[in-house]
């Protein structure tokens, strides 16, 4: 009888070390994807947002295993899912990084495309506005290139594709100078040198971040050629989404004072709405009338 015993005790010996193998197995993957999380969470939050394309090319892996990511990630508290893409969560100080415009462009999609139908209302007829870099801009482009009664300056590419898809449009004036490739714009002195010359109606302006210190970018060319934007318009009107609110980056290109109209989707926090409004800024929630 003993010896069935000891077999009895050898196999099971064995399939519990069989299954600690299986185990070891099983959890080498369950640690990889969950360092693969991490660092996922880190570069979202180093860049300020990223697209799902952006994040299966660099790990390697589908699409869907990046929106698996993010969905686990945003369940944390780490990241906040967008439509395309992933941003950082909560208020952050200062962002230094500036994430590539394809980047941003599926971010907060739907706050976009409504502060984009919003700003379209505020062009009159026959006017002359100036459209400046950024998604939000880009997309208030594409809600005025039917209008044929309009003049557009830019300096931005991807205003001049999206206004030059239709056969009838807006008058179409770019400025020249060296090509940005990140954000797809033109800048540098022969950009300011052709915008000091003329007169706007409308500059519609996009920023990395705006707080009660004021308006705020990622490249200092860039942001020479919005202060020149705002300089030549009679009206500023800025267009932000939320998650840019209290966000400081790289230069402080303006104050609140140069600013007209600032157009969002969200009302500003208590210390931000305070600032506009002893700047006398006009806020145009999207939405609300």
Known sequence: MPRPARARHSLTAQRTSAGALL??????????????????????????ALSVAELAERFGVSEMTVRRDLHL???EGGILRARGGAMRSGAVETVMQEPSYA???????????????????????????????????????????????????????QV???????????????LGGHFRRSEGSLIGPEARRELERLWLNTAFIGVAGLGAEGLFDYSPEEAEIKTL?????????????????????????????????????????????????????????????
């Open 23 to 48: 185990a070891d197995e099983v959890s080498a993957p369950g640690r990889l994807a969950a360092a693969r999380r991490r660092e996922m969470a880190r570069l979202v939050t180093a860049s300020g």
């Open 73 to 75: 990630l945003e369940r």
């Open 103 to 157: 980047a941003r462009r599926g971010v907060n999609h739907g706050a976009k495309r409504r502060i984009a139908e919003a700003a379209a209302k505020l062009v009159g007829d026959c006017d002359v506005i100036g459209l400046d870099v950024g998604s939000t801009v880009t997309a208030l482009a594409e809600r005025l290139r039917s209008r044929q009664d309009l003049g557009i300056i830019t300096h931005n590419l």
């Open 160 to 174: 001049v594709n999206a206004v030059a898809a239709t056969e009838a449009g807006p008058r179409l004036y770019v």
């Open 229 to 289: 934007y705002s300089a030549r318009a009679h009206l500023t009107c800025v267009l932000c989404d939320s998650s840019k609110f209290g966000r400081r980056s790289l230069v402080r290109f303006a104050g609140l004072e140069t600013v007209d109209i600032v157009v969002t989707e969200a009302e500003p926090p208590a210390d931000l709405a305070r600032a506009l409004a002893a700047a006398e800024v006009r806020i145009l929630v999207a939405g609300e009338g």
